[in-house]
């Protein structure tokens, strides 16, 4: 391999050769390039006795070669040449050239001038060819050995970026994988991934079948040669296989899907079979390719014919060397993927890779546990709730609490403070879900009036239906794209009934609702809210099932082969009745948030008003107007039980 500054040394030694190599060419050129001259100069030469020959070349062109002498002397011949430098000339070499218009006439005076001082000069008239092999590789090879070189520093240049490791052309086919061995130091070990027990499990039995081959097929098992790792992005797919890496004590391969993926024809698949020789070198080993997606890709869905062909070789080529004549022993290939719907059935079926992992997002203790490893590092305040954080954020993955966590320290070193509070993770949290905080935009006083009603509008649905998620606060400052928001808890379920879903509908309209009750008109302001309300109402009537006039039809496709099959799986008829029941089940809950709000009108501009005064009011400002809320709150039970302030 050759390492950066190797390829700095090249870079310069290509630089100098360039140097000499131009030097040499403009030197040669200044000595070898005879100075025109005229007739009447040629004869003053001639008559001092200084010339050797003439040759008459094609087009009346006359060579001129001088004796061997110093040639000081055109300085005193004529001012048109005085600029020569002394350089010795040798015996023979062309010095200066000039024109002749009459043959005729010139050879006569030449003669003439032979006779008159007496000269031994000699006039050659053969068409002397001058371009020898020898001439022409000093006047035009030089180009040629320039062009060569240029080329060759080219394309290090390219293949340091785009080719193999060893930074050569001939390396473009080499497998770009990076390999960590015992030498390599990988501090990640199962100890840093939180939650995921059951693709832990699976994946540190790997690490034992690598380590302790025997014990499985001493029983007639087969180790398994790959295990497919099926995730959201951020879930801690990557983190896992680094703590193979770390754990396996085995050397591991590691790079990404796209990495076999290059502009050449054929390069995909020879470092894919690069690749699989080197691993089967070094095994036992593991290989690791993250983003799998963007080779596995099924073949043969492209409409444009040949599109895919490389990315298919490339593809073939792995399923080959995974499942091929040749048997990998002991090597297992680890890879990961978002899009395991779009990956091709050859490549997970048992044989490639026999295990499909899949890692969820975490759980309310997977939340716990992920948040225990990374607050591991950061200096906390005693009141820091663990529990409580884990409850505020449903549906964050590794990667999101991870980062709430660097906020979160970030905001309270923006205070000066000493250590992070629970203030400072909710705030973390809050600008990770809705963006940042835009106190200084400027919003004309009705339009602020209309926010305020509008998030009020959601706050008392949201407060007095019983499958609504539970308030946790809601504000008129501006924050990321939205103008005004109200905050919610989430209840964490597994499954969810029609009842549940119309109440959370009727909740995301009560924006609006309340808009055309305060002021009889409405605006754009609920664009989020109907995107979110239409996609839930299709899900009940296209997807779940839960519609009477549907009936339990699903038209939804795990597979996604309808990916580019543009017809729907429906008549025009049903197109027509799904349209219509989408439509009622919306417009019915419009008018139940309207209803409820028109019966409690003017709760709604208290807390339209108060919402104006504060801009931001939390569950205690609700309670203090509308009572206890009353259903069972998971939220209100956390914050008595935890005695924990949110505002
Ligand atoms: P992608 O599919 O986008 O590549 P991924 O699933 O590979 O995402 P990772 O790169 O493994 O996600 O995770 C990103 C970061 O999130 C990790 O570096 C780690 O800090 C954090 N993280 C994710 N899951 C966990 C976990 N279970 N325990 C601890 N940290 C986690």
């Known amino acids: 391999m050759i390492n950066k500054k190797n390829r700095n040394n090249f870079f310069w030694i290509y630089i100098a050769i360039f140097i000499i190599f131009l030097g040499i060419f403009f030197l040669k050129s200044s000595f ?11 004869f003053n030469i001639l008559s001092k006795g200084k010339i050797e020959k003439i040759i008459v070349k094609h087009k009346e062109i006359v060579h ?38 009459d043959l005729q006439l010139f050879q006569n005076k030449f003669e003439k001038y032979k006779k008159l001082y007496n000269l031994d000069t000699i006039i050659d008239f053969k068409n002397q060819q001058d371009y020898t092999i020898t001439k022409f590789f000093f006047d035009y090879g030089i180009f040629f050995i320039l062009l060569i070189l240029f080329w060759i520093f080219l394309f290090r240049r390219i293949s340091t970026t785009g080719g193999g490791p060893g930074g050569q052309i001939f390396n473009i086919g080499k497998s770009k994988a990076r390999l960590f061995d015992e030498n390599d130091d990988i501090k990640t070990t199962f100890k840093d991934v939180a939650g995921l027990e059951g693709a832990k499990e699976e994946v540190e ?18 180790i398994p040669k790959g295990a497919l790792l099926i995730g959201p992005p951020g879930t801690g797919k990557t983190l896992l296989a680094k703590a193979v890496a770390g754990e396996a004590k085995v050397p591991f391969f590691s790079l990404s899907g796209s990495d076999f993926v290059e502009m050449f024809v054929g390069v995909g698949a020879s470092r894919v079979r690069d690749l699989f020789d080197k691993a089967k070198e070094k095994s036992p080993c593991i290989i690791f390719i993250d983003e799998i997606d963007a080779i596995g890709r099924a073949r043969g869905k492209s409409s444009i014919a040949g599109s895919n062909d490389e990315r298919e070789n490339t593809l073939n080529q792995l399923l080959t060397e995974m499942d091929g004549f040749g048997t990998n022993t002991n090597v297992i290939v680890l890879a990961a993927t978002n899009r395991s719907d779009i990956l091709d059935k050859a490549l997970l079926r048992p044989g490639r890779f026999d295990r499909t992992i899949i890692v969820d997002p975490p759980e309310l203790n997977e939340r716990k546990e992920i948040f225990n490893v990374h607050l591991k590092k950061l200096v906390l305040s005693k009141n820091v709730d663990i529990d409580f954080l884990a409850r505020q954020t449903p549906g964050f993955s590794g990667a999101d609490i991870a980062n709430v966590c660097n906020e979160s320290a970030l905001i309270a070193a923006r205070k000066n403070g000493e250590s ?4 400072d993770f909710l705030e973390a949290i809050d600008r990770i879900i809705g963006g940042l905080e835009k106190k200084n935009k400027i919003i004309k006083p009705n339009e602020r009036k209309r926010i305020a009603y509008h998030e009020a509008g959601h706050a008392i649905i949201s407060w007095l239906l019983e499958h609504a998620a539970s308030l946790v606060k809601v504000t008129i400052i501006p924050r990321g794209k939205s103008l005004g928001s109200a905050w919610y808890l989430p209840e964490e379920r597994q499954l969810t009934t029609p009842e549940q879903m119309k109440d959370e509908i009727c909740s995301l309209l009560a924006g609006r609702s309340a808009e055309e009750i305060a002021f009889n008109s409405i605006s754009t302001g609920a664009l989020n809210d109907l995107e979110r309300v239409t996609k839930q109402a299709q899900s009940m009537v296209a997807i779940f099932g839960l519609n009477e006039k549907i009936g339990n039809i699903s038209y939804y496709d795990s597979t996604g082969q309808n990916e580019f099959n543009f017809s729907k799986p429906y008549s025009e008829k049903t197109a027509q009745i799904i349209d219509e029941e989408i439509s009622k089940i919306i417009t019915e809950q419009y008018k139940r948030a309207k209803k409820i709000l028109k019966n409690n009108e003017k709760k709604l501009d208290m807390l339209a008003n108060e919402l104006l005064k504060k801009e931001v009011l939390f569950r205690e400002d609700l309670k203090k107007i509308f009572g206890n809320r009353p259903f069972p709150d998971e939220i209100e039970e956390l914050l008595k039980e935890k005695n924990v302030s949110v505002s």
């Open 420 to 423: 992070i509070v629970n203030k």
């Open 205 to 222: 039995e790997i690490v034992e079948f690598l380590k302790n081959p025997n014990k499985y097929t001493k029983l007639g098992g087969k």
């Open 64 to 101: 001129v070669y001088l004796k061997k002498n110093k040639n000081k002397y055109s300085n005193s011949i004529d001012n048109n040449i005085s600029n020569e430098k002394g350089f010795i000339i040798q015996q023979n070499q062309l010095q200066y050239e000039f024109e002749i218009g």
């Open 32 to 42: 070898s390039n005879p100075k025109k001259i005229n007739q009447d100069i040629f």
